[in-house]
């Protein structure tokens, strides 16, 4: 604290001294020092100066009386405010009221908004192309070519109905019957279904039965002498029982949403299948049936999706158009079953 | 009962003898109301500042703690309440009122002449921490303990503060001492 040059004290312990804040053998010290330091003589007559100026500038004087009553002033403020906690504490019950209130709301809407979200969006395998779901005008030449096309727009299907030439005659087998034989439920929602919901229905255990060895698609497995496309409000009628029975309830309008949201999403399930594996395995019975309808027998075979040029050489107009994705064990032998990770229904119906 | 110290009257004040708080409102509302109206330089400000204060004082006196001098403890509830009032009031003040007018016209509560009153625009301009240690060292019954107590701050502290502050206004005011 001392200084080695002139000053033996600092500004601080000389103020501390003028204001008596000092011990004795200190205060001693610097009362010496004071006597043959002139500097620190000054120091203390500048402080004491300024110390008796400030104390004379902020020297309060309140009104007169002013006093006299502020007891009781302060009094009856005390009584005033021991009546009012009964007024707080209502306010602030019902503050808290109001906040539960919109916190709970808040989070049914977060919690509804999270479920809806999932429902609406599956994850789609790694590697996933979407299913077409607009026709390239430039693959009509190419027959071989495949049709899947990422980020597909539902809508244009939805609005632009495939016209399926005439000169082939028009006996193709409902797509909905098919799903009933191949698929575990037939209904469009099953996209947004989750794996695990559709195992416990007991549906894809049917379905892994008859994806585990995928029926061979001949010629005589595609009648031409069979019903009309499915159309007609009867077969939707079947279609939408077939699959309440199933429990995959959806409306028909949710296709769409499905449609969109599923090849955005990532993958999440640990044992997300690979593109040859979807490709190879779970499209291909469907995707199979729907190239019979379209009258090519030769791709029946193959898991390549049908082209645009089978859906236009179909003898009827393709009403829809059902894809389903199954994913199947990853050469592990240890999965159980296949799981059905999204299904979508592309409804091409026109006139 | 007048002669009791702080603790046994705040003891009977907890007993519910109102009487007994009265006389603590007594004993420290000048210097409670003195404080309050340094900082605020307003009469009806510090009057709401200093009843505040022993109310606030009252319904808390089951925390104080009685290590501490309760002028001290009370004081500190004061100036906590001046300090929210500054802060509302810069909030409220607008930019043109607070460039004519520094602050309220101390002149109903403060005497002097104009040097006082530049002493006092020039306390006023100290930062707060500095200004607080002044305006409580004018109170000549706080020593730096009390002082650091009322702020919270060690004494050390309190020393440098003050020690910062009369240098500044030692060179401000070097022309009207």
């Not at chain 1, 999706?305 to 059902?322: G, H, I, R």
């Not at chain 1, 389903?324 to 159980?336: F, R, S």
Request: charge should be neutral.
């Amino acid at each position: 604290m001392k200084n080695n040059d002139q000053h033996k004290f600092t500004p601080e312990q000389l103020g501390a001294y003028y204001d008596g804040q000092l011990g004795e053998s200190e205060r001693h010290e610097i009362e010496w020092h004071v006597k043959t330091c002139p500097r620190c003589h000054a120091f203390l007559a500048d402080l004491t100066l300024m110390d008796k100026a400030v104390e004379r500038a902020e020297n309060v004087s309140a009104p007169d009386g002013y006093f006299d009553t502020f007891g009781s002033a302060v009094a009856n403020r005390i009584a005033r405010q021991k009546l009012e906690p009964q007024k707080q504490d209502k306010r602030f019950g019902w503050g808290w009221v109001t906040a539960a209130a919109a916190l709970a709301s808040l989070t049914i809407i977060l919690i509804s908004g999270d479920l809806t979200k999932q429902r609406f969006q599956h994850p789609a395998p790694e590697g996933y192309v979407p299913a077409p779901t607009e026709i390239p005008a430039d693959l009509k030449a190419k027959d071989e070519a495949p049709s899947e096309k990422p980020g597909s727009d539902k809508g244009s299907l939805g609005s632009n109905p495939v016209d399926a030439p005439q000169k082939i005659k028009s006996n193709i087998t409902a797509p909905g019957e098919q799903a009933k034989s191949m698929q575990p439920s037939p209904e469009p929602g099953l996209a947004e279904v989750p794996a695990e919901k559709a195992t416990e229905t007991g549906a894809t255990a049917k379905a892994a039965e008859t994806m585990a060895a995928p029926p061979q698609m001949t010629m005589s497995d595609i009648s031409l002498d069979k019903e009309a496309p499915t159309a007609t409000p009867a077969k939707r009628a079947k279609d939408k029982a077939a699959a309440r029975e199933a429990k995959f309830e959806r409306p028909d309008d949710f296709i769409g949403a499905g449609l969109a949201s599923a090849p955005a999403q990532a993958p999440t399930q640990t044992q997300a299948p690979s593109v040859a594996q979807v490709q190879a395995s779970a499209p291909a019975p469907v995707l199979a049936r729907t190239q019979a309808s379209a009258s090519v027998p030769v791709r029946a075979k193959t898991p390549t999706p049908p082209t645009v040029t089978a859906l236009e050489q179909s003898p009827a107009k393709v009403d829809n158009v059902t894809v389903i994705v199954i994913c199947l064990p990853d050469g592990n032998m240890d999965c159980p079953e296949p799981k059905v990770t999204s299904a979508i229904r592309i409804r091409l119906s026109g006139d | 009962l007048e002669q009791q110290t702080d603790q046994a009257l705040i003891a009977q004040t907890l007993a519910g003898d109102n009487l007994a708080f009265n006389l603590l409102v007594t004993r420290y509302q000048r210097a409670v109301y003195a404080a309050a109206a340094r900082i605020l330089r307003d009469h009806d400000l510090a009057d709401e500042a200093t009843q505040e204060t022993f109310v606030k004082a009252y319904f808390a006196l089951k925390q104080y703690d009685d290590s501490y001098k309760f002028y001290t403890w009370i004081l500190r509830i004061c100036l906590n309440l001046c300090y929210d009032q500054l802060k509302k009031q810069k909030r409220q003040t607008p930019l043109d009122e607070a460039l004519e007018h520094q602050g309220p016209d101390p002149a109903e509560i403060f005497a002097g002449n104009d040097a006082c009153q530049r002493i006092r625009k020039e306390i006023d301009k100290l930062p707060m921490d500095q200004r607080l240690v002044v305006q409580l060292r004018v109170d000549k019954d706080l020593s730096y303990s009390e002082i650091g107590q009322t702020l919270k701050i060690p004494i050390g502290t309190v020393m440098s503060r003050l020690s910062r502050a009369r240098q500044t206004l030692g060179k401000s005011l070097k022309e009207i001492l």
